[in-house]
């Protein structure tokens, strides 16, 4: 099971909200390159980072920390927040991205992502399929729309869109365990998907739940910055 750290930004600072909620937000003092270093010296290979500001805006702003980590590090980053155009989606690319992350234009411009599809090829994007009570959210979670998760994941998985992660968002910064019933009626449904579960990793044990559920990796966050998790009890996990 793919270990992926998340690098949550505001301001280039490295946060984490909780819910989803930009007033209920966490400053970390380290620097996010510095933390991208980190987790690259313990034998980390993913990162997904998360421009908050971006997605709050409806246009990308963090590009300077992306071009930072990319630079100076050899993680394989998938980067989003506020992706709304093509040209965000090639700047994402040259900047050394090696996924860009969409979530929101998937759910609102379906025909706009399909045709980015399309033209960069469905192993480019990790699509986020962020849910509050199974319905889509977008908009940095600030809107819940009526589109149900199944189908939504579907639509995508028909045009070759593989990689997927999934956030239940009343689990996102609460530590209180992963929403593993959401994940095993999503897998179950939907077998030749790479799952990446996303919200609620509090425990080293959690993430044993996740990967005998059948989730291809986990997106973990605040549990190592509040170190309930170390980086060193995510070796094993590491392949």
């Known amino acids: ?11 280039g600072k490295l946060v984490r ?3 989803g909620d930009y007033s209920k937000k966490t400053v970390y003092q380290t620097d996010p390159l510095s933390m991208a270093m980190q987790f690259e010296d313990a034998g980390i290979i993913r990162l997904h980072v998360v421009d908050l500001d971006g997605a709050k ?5 963090n590009w300077k920390v992306l071009e930072e980590i990319t630079a100076k590090t050899s993680l394989l980053v998938d980067f989003g927040g506020g992706v709304k155009q093509e040209s965000d989606v090639q700047r994402i690319i040259e900047c050394g991205a090696s996924w860009v992350t969409v979530g929101s234009m998937a759910a609102k411009q379906p025909a706009v992502f399909s045709d980015w ?7 480019r994007f990790f699509l986020g399929a962020d849910v509050r009570d199974e319905k889509i959210a977008v908009g940095g979670w600030l809107e819940t729309t009526t589109q149900d998760v199944q189908a939504f994941i579907s639509s ?5 869109l593989r990689y997927i992660f999934c956030t239940d968002i009343s689990k996102d910064g609460k530590l209180e365990g992963p929403a593993i019933p959401l994940y095993t009626k999503i897998l179950n449904s939907n077998s030749d ?3 990446v579960a996303s919200g609620g990793v509090a425990t080293i ?3 044993q739940l996740l990967k005998d559920a059948g989730c291809h990796g986990a997106i973990i966050g605040k549990a190592i910055y509040e170190n309930r998790i170390t980086i060193a009890q995510l070796k094993k996990f590491i392949s």
């Open 17 to 19: 909200l909780t819910e």
């Open 193 to 195: 998907v790479q799952l």
């Open 57 to 61: 805006k409806g246009s990308v702003v």
């Open 1 to 11: 099971m793919e270990i992926i750290p998340a690098i949550d930004l505001i301001d």
């Open 205 to 207: 044990d959690d993430l």
């Open 156 to 160: 995508y998985t028909q045009l070759g």
């Open 117 to 123: 599809l399309d033209h960069y090829g469905s192993d």
